[in-house]
């Protein structure tokens, strides 16, 4: 039952320190199972196949002359360039999109770095390389310890490999290839999506890497029922510049492929989707504004560039309707900050360094009047239903206010514009709240709708005290934007736990790095109605049903009528607390107790056979979509 008052107020740390206790937390904990995919000591001579020489002269070889543990190792001679090296194929045992970790203990024979990289290759069939860690070793074993890393869907011929400076001989032992360690997440802890679902959408932001940990899901299940891709839709990841200039000059060709493993996330649990970003100066190769999309082409007369973004902006909805006509894009940022804060429109130029002001549509059409064209050629191809916002950051700089104001109110007119996108990156110092309210205020009297899309709140203070004044910031935005909740559908995050976030290291969320919600969590729904049943999920999909979304909440009796594969402590849904609970059993289960509908539950690995280790390590491999479904083994 709703409470009649629906403003929240903030009680400062004895509200939150009460409220904390009414609300007990699961605390988030490494689940105890095995998660090898891959690991050798390189003892016995073994496992030593498994790896491949990058430049093709290399000698792999098991050798006793010096081991970190044990009497062998790998060492990888007769390397000629600095890239060679001994690689291992990922894609044959991991999956994408889920988080894995690699670590190992390496030496050279003489001082030297060495390196821990990655590649892929992406589907125009380019080679991109990444770095993952870097170690020196003067003669000595060094650990590379445990590094995360995953990849997209897309990618195919995914290697680790090891590569150091000279033509040194690198030797390699304990070579671990592990599913990452997966956080519980707080699992009774009430959700936002559910606490704000009488208001508007609550939402997060991810790019591909951060979807990839199976924690984020989980955390994305629970509490928000709207996604935004951090950077997968934007121009520079889907503009295919081959295609492109194969189609002619006025056709710019869009590939869909980076966007890939979120929008198949989104598909498969049923999560809404805002469209980020169709025009915008950053984020968007200077080669699109030119001739024949060449770095030295000339840059196209704006009747020409008109044409391009016309079909641009078609090609990205055809795209999107061919191939993910099941995700729901609510909404799409159609044009993303063109507006300087004293209210003038940006500088003509190319993109320059972070920072820079300048706008190539600016250059080419000498002032915002592209605004107009982009949101009729985005009215004309977006499918009905999914509304057209602007977006912009600083939103509330008074002069720019009210050039988006100006701006939306033409567009309104034209009936071409749905809303206006606050993007809220925001600090605890500034802005102010009622500068803040103020723009709200002024959007608001547009009448159009408001979303605000990319809200984080930083914070130089990283004590108690400082997240606590965090707390308190971010409650006031919220009542401000309670106020306006009429006009107003979403409210966006931009990320979910601090460390993920693009400001990091002044932590804007409002989950921790081990997934744990901060006091500013609390204040956000402090004196929001808490619903009887706090633990509704999102019960994990199989690949094999991926269109199915089953939502239990522990209010359904219905689980209690069937065996639910998975369920070991029996609370109607399968989750990393199942993990635990099977492992506890397997543990100490003299003390660890299963009812009798948990051992049924639980049993999922070569069913009869009683519960083992092997149980926990089939719900664990369920979760992370290693397995498709439950039971296995049988
Ligand atoms: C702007 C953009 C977002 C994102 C953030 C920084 O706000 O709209 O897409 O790039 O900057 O991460």
């Not at 500034?430 to 309210?437: D, E, L």
């Not at 997934?515 to 402090?526: L, M, V």
């Not at 690995?605 to 092997?614: L, Q, S």
Request: aromatic fraction near 10%; proline fraction near 4%.
């Amino acid at each position: 039952m709703k409470k009649n008052k629906l403003k929240k107020v903030f009680c400062g740390v004895l509200g939150t320190a009460m409220l904390c206790s009414m609300l007990p937390s699961v605390y988030a904990v490494d689940v105890p199972v095995d998660r090898t995919v891959f690991v050798s000591d390189f003892e016995d001579g073994k496992d030593v196949s498994e790896f491949t020489g990058r430049g093709g002269v290399e000698k792999i070889e098991i050798v006793t002359n010096s081991a970190h543990s044990g009497t062998s190792s790998m060492r990888v001679s007769g390397r000629e360039k600095n890239w060679n090296g001994p690689q291992f194929l990922l894609d044959n045992k991991c999956k994408a999109g889920v988080e894995y970790t690699v670590s190992a203990w390496v030496r050279t024979e003489w001082y030297n770095q060495i390196n821990l990289s990655m590649e892929y290759t992406d589907t125009a069939g380019e080679r991109h390389y990444t770095n993952l860690k870097s170690v020196v070793s003067q003669g000595e074993w060094v650990e590379i310890p445990e590094t995360k890393l995953s990849f997209s869907e897309d990618v195919k011929n995914v290697y680790v490999y090891f590569e150091c400076n000279d033509k040194a001989d690198i030797y390699v032992d304990d070579f671990a290839l592990l599913v990452a360690p997966v956080h519980q997440i707080e699992s009774d802890i009430p959700s936002l999506k559910e606490l704000y679902s009488p208001y508007f959408k609550i939402g997060t932001a991810v790019t591909t890497s951060e979807l990839a940990p199976q924690s984020t899901k989980d955390l994305i299940d629970k509490h928000f029922n709207s996604i935004t891709l951090g950077n997968e839709l934007k121009p520079d990841a889907i503009l295919d510049r081959n295609a492109s200039i194969a189609a002619g000059n006025d056709n710019p060709q869009v590939n869909l492929a980076s966007a890939k493993s979120i929008l198949n996330y989104c598909r498969d649990n049923k999560i809404p989707v805002r469209g980020h970003v169709l025009v915008w100066h950053s984020q968007t190769p200077d080669w699109f504004f030119k001739e024949n999309y060449a770095d030295d082409g000339e840059w196209l007369s704006k009747d020409a560039m008109l044409v391009r973004m016309e079909n641009y902006i078609k090609n990205v909805f055809e795209a999107i309707e061919k191939e993910y006509s099941d995700v729901d894009f609510y909404a799409w940022d159609v044009v993303n900050e063109i507006w300087l804060d004293d209210g003038n429109p940006r500088q003509p130029g190319e993109q320059g360094s972070s920072g820079s002001n300048n706008s190539a549509w600016v250059k080419i059409f000498g002032d915002n009047s592209f605004v107009d064209y982009a949101f009729e050629y985005a009215r004309k191809y977006a499918p009905e239903g999914c509304k057209l916002y602007y977006n912009d950051f600083n939103e509330y700089m008074p002069q720019k206010t009210d050039a988006i104001v100006a701006m939306a109110n033409r567009l309104k007119e034209k009936g071409l514009i749905d809303g206006i996108g606050m993007q809220s990156h925001l600090d605890v110092n500034f802005p102010g709240v009622s500068a803040y309210k103020k723009a709200l205020a002024k959007f608001a009297e547009t009448g159009l709708d408001i979303q605000v899309t990319e809200l984080d709140a930083t914070t130089s203070d990283k004590s108690e005290a400082g997240f606590e004044t965090q707390a308190k910031y971010y409650s006031d935005i919220m009542d401000a934007i309670m106020e306006y909740k009429d006009s107003i559908s979403a409210v966006v995050f931009w990320g979910t736990t601090d460390d993920k976030s693009w400001r990091a290291s002044k932590s804007p969320l409002l989950f921790n790095e081990d997934y744990t919600a901060k006091p500013a969590f609390y204040s956000i729904i402090d004196g929001l109605d808490v619903p009887d049943t706090t633990t509704s999920t999102v019960a994990p999909t199989t690949e094999a049903s991926t269109t199915e979304t089953t939502v239990v909440s522990s209010e359904e009796p219905t689980k209690s009528e069937g065996v639910l594969y998975g369920d070991a402590n029996d609370d109607g849904v399968v989750d990393v607390a199942d993990v635990v609970a099977v492992a506890s059993y397997v543990g100490d289960n003299e003390n660890n107790k299963l009812g009798e509908k948990g051992l049924k539950n639980a049993d999922v690995h070569a069913v009869g056979n009683g519960i083992t280790a092997d149980d926990a390590l089939a719900v664990q491999q369920y979760l992370a979509k290693i397995v498709t479904s439950l039971p296995v083994g049988e």
